[in-house]
Protein backbone atom coordinates (compact mmCIF):
# COMPACT_ATOMS: atom_id res chain seq x y z
CA UNK A 1 0.00 0.00 0.00
CA UNK A 2 3.30 2.19 0.55
CA UNK A 3 4.53 1.36 -2.64
CA UNK A 4 1.62 2.45 -4.47
CA UNK A 5 1.32 5.38 -2.28
CA UNK A 6 4.67 6.48 -3.49
CA UNK A 7 4.68 5.45 -7.15
CA UNK A 8 0.96 7.98 -7.42
CA UNK A 9 3.15 10.70 -5.79
CA UNK A 10 5.77 10.38 -7.68
CA UNK A 11 3.60 10.12 -10.92
CA UNK A 12 2.46 13.58 -10.19
CA UNK A 13 6.22 15.14 -9.18
CA UNK A 14 7.16 13.89 -12.70
CA UNK A 15 4.45 15.48 -14.34
CA UNK A 16 3.96 18.70 -11.88
CA UNK A 17 7.72 19.48 -12.99
CA UNK A 18 7.98 18.53 -16.14
CA UNK A 19 4.98 20.86 -17.23
CA UNK A 20 6.71 23.59 -14.31
CA UNK A 21 10.03 23.24 -16.89
CA UNK A 22 8.10 23.25 -20.67
CA UNK A 23 6.08 26.24 -19.01
CA UNK A 24 9.14 28.01 -17.74
CA UNK A 25 10.89 27.52 -21.05
CA UNK A 26 8.63 28.86 -23.37
CA UNK A 27 7.90 32.06 -21.28
CA UNK A 28 11.75 32.60 -20.75
CA UNK A 29 12.01 32.38 -24.84
CA UNK A 30 8.76 35.16 -24.92
CA UNK A 31 10.29 37.22 -23.33
CA UNK A 32 14.02 36.94 -24.61
CA UNK A 33 12.06 37.23 -28.21
CA UNK A 34 10.24 40.21 -26.83
CA UNK A 35 13.25 41.59 -25.96
CA UNK A 36 15.25 41.48 -28.90
CA UNK A 37 12.46 42.22 -31.35
CA UNK A 38 12.48 45.70 -28.86
CA UNK A 39 16.10 46.18 -29.04
CA UNK A 40 17.11 44.73 -32.51
CA UNK A 41 14.08 46.00 -34.35
CA UNK A 42 13.26 44.66 -38.25
CA UNK A 43 13.88 47.12 -40.66
CA UNK A 44 11.13 46.88 -43.81
CA UNK A 45 9.14 48.28 -46.00
CA UNK A 46 5.98 46.84 -44.27
CA UNK A 47 3.71 49.18 -42.42
CA UNK A 48 1.92 47.99 -39.17
CA UNK A 49 0.77 49.07 -35.90
CA UNK A 50 3.46 48.63 -32.97
CA UNK A 51 1.83 49.37 -30.04
CA UNK A 52 3.68 48.89 -26.40
CA UNK A 53 4.97 45.20 -26.78
CA UNK A 54 4.32 43.92 -23.15
CA UNK A 55 6.50 41.44 -21.08
CA UNK A 56 3.89 41.09 -18.27
CA UNK A 57 2.99 37.45 -18.56
CA UNK A 58 6.06 35.88 -18.92
CA UNK A 59 7.89 37.67 -16.41
CA UNK A 60 4.83 36.93 -14.00
CA UNK A 61 5.02 32.93 -14.85
CA UNK A 62 9.09 32.80 -13.93
CA UNK A 63 8.58 34.93 -11.14
CA UNK A 64 5.90 32.73 -9.77
CA UNK A 65 6.68 29.45 -11.32
CA UNK A 66 10.26 29.05 -10.86
CA UNK A 67 10.90 28.93 -7.53
CA UNK A 68 8.05 26.32 -7.60
CA UNK A 69 9.75 24.29 -10.30
CA UNK A 70 13.60 24.51 -8.79
CA UNK A 71 11.86 23.51 -5.21
CA UNK A 72 10.34 20.38 -7.07
CA UNK A 73 13.36 19.41 -9.21
CA UNK A 74 15.31 19.95 -5.13
CA UNK A 75 12.49 17.52 -3.83
CA UNK A 76 12.56 15.11 -6.69
CA UNK A 77 16.61 14.79 -6.36
CA UNK A 78 16.69 14.45 -2.62
CA UNK A 79 14.46 11.49 -3.13
CA UNK A 80 16.00 9.65 -6.20
CA UNK A 81 16.76 6.67 -6.08
CA UNK A 82 17.27 3.44 -8.70
CA UNK A 83 13.90 2.26 -8.12
CA UNK A 84 12.33 5.96 -8.77
CA UNK A 85 15.10 6.74 -11.33
CA UNK A 86 13.86 3.68 -13.37
CA UNK A 87 10.01 4.16 -13.25
CA UNK A 88 8.22 3.97 -16.38
CA UNK A 89 6.69 8.03 -16.06
CA UNK A 90 10.42 9.29 -15.02
CA UNK A 91 12.33 7.83 -17.81
CA UNK A 92 9.24 8.29 -20.37
CA UNK A 93 9.53 12.18 -19.15
CA UNK A 94 13.28 12.27 -19.30
CA UNK A 95 13.33 10.66 -23.11
CA UNK A 96 10.41 13.08 -24.23
CA UNK A 97 12.07 15.87 -22.77
CA UNK A 98 15.46 15.03 -24.29
CA UNK A 99 13.67 14.02 -27.81
CA UNK A 100 12.35 17.45 -28.01
CA UNK A 101 15.05 19.43 -26.60
CA UNK A 102 17.32 17.98 -28.84
CA UNK A 103 14.98 18.53 -31.92
CA UNK A 104 14.17 22.47 -31.16
CA UNK A 105 17.78 22.88 -31.25
CA UNK A 106 18.79 20.84 -33.92
CA UNK A 107 16.09 22.85 -35.86
CA UNK A 108 17.35 26.23 -34.55
CA UNK A 109 20.85 25.37 -36.23
CA UNK A 110 19.80 23.83 -39.59
CA UNK A 111 17.34 27.12 -39.75
CA UNK A 112 20.43 29.49 -39.44
CA UNK A 113 22.79 27.51 -42.02
CA UNK A 114 19.90 27.53 -44.41
CA UNK A 115 19.79 31.37 -44.26
CA UNK A 116 22.90 31.51 -44.81
CA UNK A 117 23.43 28.81 -47.85
CA UNK A 118 20.51 31.30 -49.00
CA UNK A 119 22.29 34.42 -48.85
CA UNK A 120 19.65 35.68 -46.33
CA UNK A 121 20.65 38.00 -44.22
CA UNK A 122 21.90 36.87 -40.64
CA UNK A 123 20.53 39.98 -38.50
CA UNK A 124 21.64 40.44 -35.25
CA UNK A 125 18.03 40.21 -34.26
CA UNK A 126 18.09 36.88 -35.48
CA UNK A 127 21.53 35.92 -34.22
CA UNK A 128 20.10 36.57 -30.67
CA UNK A 129 16.95 34.73 -30.55
CA UNK A 130 19.15 31.51 -31.87
CA UNK A 131 21.76 32.18 -29.08
CA UNK A 132 18.30 32.86 -26.85
CA UNK A 133 17.14 29.36 -28.32
CA UNK A 134 20.73 27.44 -28.08
CA UNK A 135 21.33 28.82 -24.47
CA UNK A 136 17.94 27.83 -23.30
CA UNK A 137 16.46 24.84 -24.50
CA UNK A 138 20.64 23.38 -24.96
CA UNK A 139 20.61 23.98 -21.13
CA UNK A 140 17.76 21.57 -20.74
CA UNK A 141 18.94 19.19 -23.36
CA UNK A 142 22.37 18.72 -21.49
CA UNK A 143 20.67 18.66 -18.05
CA UNK A 144 18.50 15.48 -18.79
CA UNK A 145 21.52 14.17 -20.89
CA UNK A 146 23.71 14.34 -17.86
CA UNK A 147 20.80 12.45 -15.70
CA UNK A 148 20.22 9.26 -18.30
CA UNK A 149 23.93 9.04 -18.09
CA UNK A 150 23.75 8.86 -14.26
CA UNK A 151 26.15 11.87 -14.03
CA UNK A 152 23.84 14.07 -11.98
CA UNK A 153 25.11 14.58 -8.61
CA UNK A 154 24.23 17.57 -5.80
CA UNK A 155 27.24 19.72 -6.47
CA UNK A 156 26.12 19.60 -10.39
CA UNK A 157 22.70 20.03 -9.57
CA UNK A 158 23.12 23.44 -8.04
CA UNK A 159 25.36 24.17 -10.67
CA UNK A 160 22.23 23.83 -12.88
CA UNK A 161 19.90 25.38 -10.55
CA UNK A 162 22.20 28.62 -10.15
CA UNK A 163 22.63 28.49 -13.79
CA UNK A 164 19.27 28.72 -14.14
CA UNK A 165 18.71 31.51 -11.36
CA UNK A 166 20.88 33.51 -13.49
CA UNK A 167 19.44 33.05 -16.61
CA UNK A 168 15.82 33.79 -15.54
CA UNK A 169 17.40 36.97 -13.36
CA UNK A 170 19.38 38.09 -16.21
CA UNK A 171 16.03 38.21 -18.63
CA UNK A 172 13.80 39.78 -16.47
CA UNK A 173 16.66 42.95 -15.86
CA UNK A 174 17.26 42.87 -19.52
CA UNK A 175 13.34 42.82 -20.49
CA UNK A 176 12.91 45.99 -17.57
CA UNK A 177 15.88 47.55 -19.06
CA UNK A 178 15.01 47.51 -22.51
CA UNK A 179 11.29 48.11 -22.20
CA UNK A 180 11.30 50.09 -19.11
CA UNK A 181 10.06 49.46 -15.49
CA UNK A 182 5.88 48.45 -15.24
CA UNK A 183 4.96 52.08 -14.64
CA UNK A 184 6.47 52.96 -17.97
CA UNK A 185 4.55 49.87 -19.62
CA UNK A 186 1.26 51.05 -17.73
CA UNK A 187 1.80 54.68 -19.95
CA UNK A 188 2.35 53.32 -23.19
CA UNK A 189 -0.68 51.29 -22.62
CA UNK A 190 -2.66 54.51 -22.33
CA UNK A 191 -1.41 55.85 -25.35
CA UNK A 192 -1.78 52.41 -27.02
CA UNK A 193 -5.46 53.33 -25.84
CA UNK A 194 -5.31 56.95 -26.94
CA UNK A 195 -4.12 56.18 -30.29
CA UNK A 196 -6.93 53.38 -30.54
CA UNK A 197 -9.64 56.07 -29.58
CA UNK A 198 -8.45 58.59 -32.00
CA UNK A 199 -8.59 56.12 -34.65
CA UNK A 200 -12.08 54.95 -33.90
CA UNK A 201 -13.22 58.92 -33.98
CA UNK A 202 -11.65 59.51 -36.85
CA UNK A 203 -13.69 56.85 -38.51
CA UNK A 204 -16.50 58.02 -36.76
CA UNK A 205 -15.66 61.75 -39.11
CA UNK A 206 -15.49 59.78 -41.95
CA UNK A 207 -18.72 58.21 -41.69
CA UNK A 208 -20.36 61.39 -40.73
CA UNK A 209 -18.74 63.25 -44.03
CA UNK A 210 -20.36 60.29 -46.25
CA UNK A 211 -23.90 60.92 -44.65
CA UNK A 212 -23.70 64.75 -44.83
CA UNK A 213 -21.70 65.47 -47.12
CA UNK A 214 -19.68 67.58 -44.16
CA UNK A 215 -17.40 67.69 -41.45
CA UNK A 216 -18.77 67.89 -38.25
CA UNK A 217 -18.56 71.18 -36.09
CA UNK A 218 -18.07 69.44 -33.09
CA UNK A 219 -16.80 65.86 -31.48
CA UNK A 220 -20.37 66.08 -29.26
CA UNK A 221 -22.38 65.55 -32.62
CA UNK A 222 -20.43 62.38 -33.61
CA UNK A 223 -22.44 59.02 -33.13
CA UNK A 224 -20.18 57.01 -31.51
CA UNK A 225 -21.35 53.38 -29.92
CA UNK A 226 -20.54 52.20 -26.52
CA UNK A 227 -17.46 50.62 -27.91
CA UNK A 228 -15.79 54.23 -28.77
CA UNK A 229 -14.82 56.69 -26.66
CA UNK A 230 -14.36 60.53 -26.76
CA UNK A 231 -12.76 60.79 -23.88
CA UNK A 232 -9.14 59.60 -22.39
CA UNK A 233 -9.13 57.04 -20.13
CA UNK A 234 -6.25 58.85 -18.39
CA UNK A 235 -6.73 62.02 -17.60
CA UNK A 236 -10.90 61.86 -18.20
CA UNK A 237 -10.98 64.95 -20.29
CA UNK A 238 -12.75 64.84 -23.71
CA UNK A 239 -10.42 64.23 -26.80
CA UNK A 240 -10.05 67.50 -29.23
CA UNK A 241 -11.27 67.60 -32.51
CA UNK A 242 -11.15 70.77 -34.59
CA UNK A 243 -12.55 71.98 -37.93
CA UNK A 244 -9.78 73.72 -40.18
CA UNK A 245 -11.76 73.47 -43.66
CA UNK A 246 -14.18 72.23 -45.87
CA UNK A 247 -11.91 69.14 -45.65
CA UNK A 248 -9.36 69.27 -43.17
CA UNK A 249 -9.73 68.28 -39.33
CA UNK A 250 -7.51 68.05 -36.77
CA UNK A 251 -7.47 65.24 -34.12
CA UNK A 252 -5.54 65.97 -30.07
CA UNK A 253 -4.39 63.99 -27.33
CA UNK A 254 -2.11 64.07 -24.27
CA UNK A 255 0.53 61.42 -24.59
CA UNK A 256 3.13 60.43 -21.99
CA UNK A 257 5.61 58.78 -24.48
CA UNK A 258 7.05 59.67 -28.38
CA UNK A 259 5.92 57.10 -29.95
CA UNK A 260 9.03 54.32 -30.68
CA UNK A 261 10.01 55.04 -34.22
CA UNK A 262 12.60 52.68 -33.81
CA UNK A 263 9.48 49.69 -33.98
CA UNK A 264 8.80 50.73 -37.58
CA UNK A 265 8.94 53.38 -40.33
CA UNK A 266 5.87 54.44 -39.30
CA UNK A 267 3.45 53.80 -35.94
CA UNK A 268 0.42 52.71 -38.37
CA UNK A 269 -3.01 52.17 -37.22
CA UNK A 270 -5.73 52.11 -39.52
CA UNK A 271 -3.30 52.65 -42.71
CA UNK A 272 -2.81 56.10 -41.05
CA UNK A 273 0.55 57.03 -39.60
CA UNK A 274 -0.09 57.92 -35.72
CA UNK A 275 3.81 58.97 -35.00
CA UNK A 276 3.62 61.19 -32.40
CA UNK A 277 5.74 63.40 -29.41
CA UNK A 278 5.19 63.17 -25.81
CA UNK A 279 3.17 65.87 -24.02
CA UNK A 280 0.00 67.76 -26.08
CA UNK A 281 -0.06 66.14 -30.41
CA UNK A 282 -2.59 67.23 -32.83
CA UNK A 283 -2.64 64.65 -36.04
CA UNK A 284 -4.20 66.85 -38.74
CA UNK A 285 -6.57 64.35 -41.24
CA UNK A 286 -7.24 65.39 -44.69
CA UNK A 287 -10.56 64.02 -46.14
CA UNK A 288 -10.67 62.67 -50.08
CA UNK A 289 -13.88 63.86 -51.54
CA UNK A 290 -13.34 61.11 -53.90
CA UNK A 291 -13.00 58.07 -51.71
CA UNK A 292 -16.68 58.61 -50.30
CA UNK A 293 -19.93 58.41 -51.53
CA UNK A 294 -21.80 61.92 -52.08
CA UNK A 295 -25.11 62.21 -49.68
CA UNK A 296 -27.94 61.43 -51.80
CA UNK A 297 -30.31 64.45 -52.15
CA UNK A 298 -33.89 64.37 -50.89
CA UNK A 299 -36.61 65.14 -53.01
Known amino acids: MESQRNRTKDFFLDVAATVALYTLVISLLNLLFTVINRAYPKIGNSYQYFGSQSISWPVAILVILFPIFIY ?133 VENHYTISGALPTALDSLDLNYYFSKVDSQTQKSYEYKKISDLKYELCAEFNKASDKALSQVYMYGNVSWNHQAGRYCFTQTINPNTYSKPIPAR
Open 72 to 204: LMWYIGRNMNEERKNSGIHKFLTYLTVFIAGAVVAGDLVTVLYYFIDGQELTAGFLLKVLAIIVVVGSVFMYYISDIKGKLTGTSRNFWRSFAFIVAIGSIVWGFSVLGSPRTQRLYKYDDQKISDLANIKGA
